[in-house]
Every structure is written in C-alpha cells, then in structure tokens.
C-alpha cells in the first residue's frame, strides 16, 4: 500500500538493468513503533520530521507502506569476506526504497536495513535485532560528529516482533542514508560473470554520481580506480586518527562512494596496542586495528581487477596500468596518515622526523598500555614547557619514563614552530575527540534500550553530538573503562 508522502524522488539506481537488483516490497511488521527519529538529519535531506514521527511515517519508516514515488529494490552483488570468495551476496535484509535529492543538492540513497528476506538472503530471515540496529545508529552518527564520511541513521523502529539470535531479541528496522549503496563488491558481481556491458554501464553510473570530474578522462575506469584509491586511503587514515576498529572489511562492505558502511563489529580502542581486534568473527586478525590500511590496499587491488575489461582489450596492458594505480596506495595512505597524526601532535609543519616522532608515541603508548583517545586529548592541553601538568599525560600509561622521554622529543618538534601555545592547543584539540563511543558505554546503552530503558541510549547519543568539546572533568563518559568493563569481542548480529 502507498501512501502520498513528501518523499522527492529520484531513482536513478533503479533505472539501470533489471539484473542489477531484485523489485519487492519490505515485508510487513506487526506493530511498527518509532525508537529515535534524527530530526536533524531529517531536514538536512528536505523531510518533514513531524510527519515522519507520525503514524503514517512510522509506518514507511518501518516498511509496511510504501511512499509515493519509492522503487523498492535489493541490489545485487558479491565479494571477499576474510579473504574467501563468495560469487553471490546481495542484499539479505536491506531494501534500498530510493534516492532522494537534498537541500544541499547531493543525491541520497534512503535504505530500510531488517526489513524483511530477500532472494539474496542465503537463508537467514532478514530481519535486525534492536540491538545492533541501535549499535549502528550511536556509531554512524558519532563518525558523523567526528567528521569522518561515513552512511548515516535516520530513524530507528521497533517492530513489535521477535528475532531469534542466540536468544529472542526485540526486532527493529533501521533508515540508514547514504551517498550511495554501491560496492567494491558490486563490481565483482558483474567482473565474475563476465558480463562487461554490465560493468560499463556501472562505472558510467557510477562516475555520473559520484565523480562526474572523471567524465572525459581518457580511460574513465581507469580514472575511477585511482580516485578511489586516493579516497580509501584518506578515510582508512581518518580511522586510524580516532582508534577506530571496522572488524569486518570485506569487499562487499567498501563503499564506492568513500563513506564508511556497515557497522557490524565494529569498535573503538580503550588501551592502544597495533594488534587490537574486537570483532569475535575475526579468529585471525585480519581486520586488527594495524591492519586496516593494508586490507584496503588488497580490496582494492580485487576492485582493479575487476575494471581490467574495461581498461584496455590487451589484459598485460590493463594490468600494468591498474597495477601502477594501486601501487600508489601505500604513498597515498602514508600521506594521509602522516597528515592526521600531525594534526593530533599539534605541528602545522612538515619536518623529516615527524613520522618516526608519531610512531614513537605510538611505541611508547603500546608499550604501556595507555589509552588512545585519553592520551592524545591529554596532550592537546599540555603547554610547551614541561610542568606539573606533565602528570596528567603520564597518569594514562604504566610506563611514565618512556612517555616523559618522548615528550622531550615533542617538545623540541614544537620549538621548531611559529605557532603560539594558544593556537596549538586549540588545532590540537579539534584533532582530538574527548568522547567517542566507547564500547563499554554502547554495551550498556544497547542491553538498556533491549528491555525497554532508552534513557542511556539518548544520554550517549547526546554527548557524542559534540565529541571535540571539553565535558566535566569527572564525566563518565570520557574515563576508561574499569577491568570488569572492557570490553574483548563485538558481534556482528546479524
């Protein structure tokens, strides 16, 4: 059933090849209930949140009617998932119902996430638990604060129905908006058929959506390779400047619109140590915090691999030329890291020695477990003279010589500088969030909002809206967790 809304669409996706995708509808639920509404976010894309809050709202939120103008569809594709290839993915329990055009005039894709099984669905029912549809709402919208690109959450619905995971669970719907839904993955599905008119037709869609620069290059897909290599690699190291863990890079999950996707188990640093993994599908640490920026370079070396038809007809010459493109990934990465990390150390400078300058904090934080995000925000309120304040920076590592030898080190660095203090500390701190959604507090949010308290949900959600301003000195919020707290393993939910 449609209902006359004030959706504008515009679906572009869904006028490309009836193979690109499946038409149907969401499944219905039996008691759609609204959780949490992003007003903001609502009339940033040209929505009005009163009617969206509404029962006819909630009822499309939710996927048991239809707004006019939606083409409701399941996108195909495939991917590596730890490395293993899987020639057929898809959407399992998403619907993507359109594409809308915002105030700022950039087209977005309006998806229903646990909205029902799919031809795609292997099985499974399709369905989300609240939990990790709350898990995906706290953490997209604090990559956002962040300033980090990344999908967004529009609203939050429970469905009045049960999952069946380990145990029965709430059942909900996320609206998850984003640039675009299309994947690394997307590609392969095409790339392992050997249908190269389907490719074509992509990376032109692709290209007109998202990098129109690209248009008349004289090898687009080419063009679009490097592009993407240049992209991937400055949003990896954006992960890496805030602790940031995504624990399940498959192909299928590296967005071609450069926007971080699918937040399964997904988590934060507390102590800093390269190895870190959260996530409890990942038994061999493929996708540990270190590794982030060389899985990037692998999935997209899959993604080169995938355009070589359309490169150039001779296979030996597409290769030499989509090998050079992602060869420079690593210069690229090292660049955007190296930007990040000077930001954090307060330089506005480039010196020789601020590389190994980083990764000698790195070392010594490591070494003594301190916490990542405590540690660098602690360092952007140190002055430039060593001082009793000295002791608040050291308090956060069990290994205080190393990390006072260090700032020796810095300090030096920052006698280099024309910068006063003031200003330092002030680029320092907008480098350095002082909250993030830290696993414990998400932890608690989520087994709160499941028995029916959304109160630490909504608190949370409240104080990683402003995650560079300074909280209480005592906030609960930015201490590290106690031993009984931390967390070892997140879960994917699905």
């Not at 995708?21 to 509404?37: G, I, K, N, Q, S």
């Not at 060389?294 to 030996?316: C, M, S, T, Y």
């Not at 330089?347 to 790195?362: P, S």
Request: charged share 20%; glycine share 8%; net charge negative.
């Amino acid at each position: 059933m449609t209902v006359d809304a004030p959706f504008a669409f515009d679906n572009s996706y869904a006028r490309l090849p009836e193979r690109f995708f499946v038409r149907l509808d969401p499944t219905r639920v039996a008691a759609p209930e609204m959780v949490r509404l992003n007003a903001a976010l609502a009339e940033e894309l040209g929505l009005d949140p009163a009617f969206l809050a509404g029962p006819e709202g909630v009822e499309i939120l939710a996927g048991n009617r239809l707004p006019t103008g939606a083409e409701p569809l399941a996108m195909a594709y495939a991917g590596h998932q730890f490395g293993n290839w899987v020639p057929q993915l898809g959407d399992g329990r998403a619907i993507l119902l359109g594409e809308i055009v915002d105030r700022a005039g950039r087209r977005r894709d309006l998806q229903l996430k646990g909205s029902g099984p799919t031809p795609f669905s292997r099985m499974g029912d399709g369905r989300a638990g609240l939990g990790p549809v709350l898990r995906e709402y706290i953490i997209s919208e604090a990559m956002a604060a962040l300033g980090v690109p990344t999908t967004r959450s529009l609203a939050a619905v429970k469905t009045g129905e049960a999952v069946i995971r380990e145990v029965p669970q709430p059942g909900a719907v996320l609206t998850r908006v984003a640039a675009s839904h299309i994947r690394v993955g997307t590609f392969q599905f095409f790339a392992a058929r050997e249908d190269h008119a389907a490719l074509q037709v992509l990376t032109d869609h692709v290209i007109a959506r998202h990098y129109p620069d690209l248009a008349d290059s004289d090898r687009p897909a080419l063009a679009l390779i490097e592009r993407l290599v240049d992209v991937q690699a400055r949003l990896v190291a954006q992960w890496m400047g805030i602790g940031f863990i995504h624990g399940v890079m498959n192909t299928d999950n590296m967005s071609i619109a450069g926007e971080t996707i699918d937040y399964g188990p997904c988590a934060f640093l507390d102590a800093y140590h390269p190895a870190t993994v959260f996530s409890s599908i990942d038994q061999y640490g493929r996708y540990a915090f270190a590794n982030q920026s060389r899985v990037a370079h692998w999935n997209l070396a899959q993604f080169a691999a995938a355009l070589l038809p359309l490169i150039d007809e001779d296979r030996a010459k597409a290769t030499e030329a989509t090998q050079a493109a992602i060869d420079g990934f690593t210069a690229r990465f090292t660049a955007a890291y190296l930007a990040v990390m000077r930001r954090k150390l307060g330089l506005a400078t480039a010196a020789d020695g601020d590389e190994a300058l980083a990764a000698g904090l790195l070392k010594a934080m490591a070494e003594g477990l301190a916490d990542f995000t405590r540690t660098f925000r602690a360092l952007a309120h140190l002055p430039n003279a060593p001082g009793e304040a000295d002791q608040q920076i050291l308090a956060e590592t069990e290994d205080p010589a190393a990390l006072a030898a260090w700032l020796k080190l810095w300090r030096a660095r920052l006698a280099e500088e024309e910068q006063t203090e003031e200003t330092r500390q002030q680029r320092q701190r907008a480098a350095n969030p002082a909250v993030i959604p830290r696993n414990h507090l998400v932890e608690e949010a989520l087994a709160a909002a499941t028995v029916g308290d959304l109160a630490p949900f909504e608190a949370l959600l409240a104080v990683l809206a402003d995650p560079y301003a300074d909280p209480p000195a005592d906030s609960r919020y930015t201490r590290k967790p106690v031993p009984s707290e931390v967390v070892h393993q997140t879960f994917c939910g699905t």
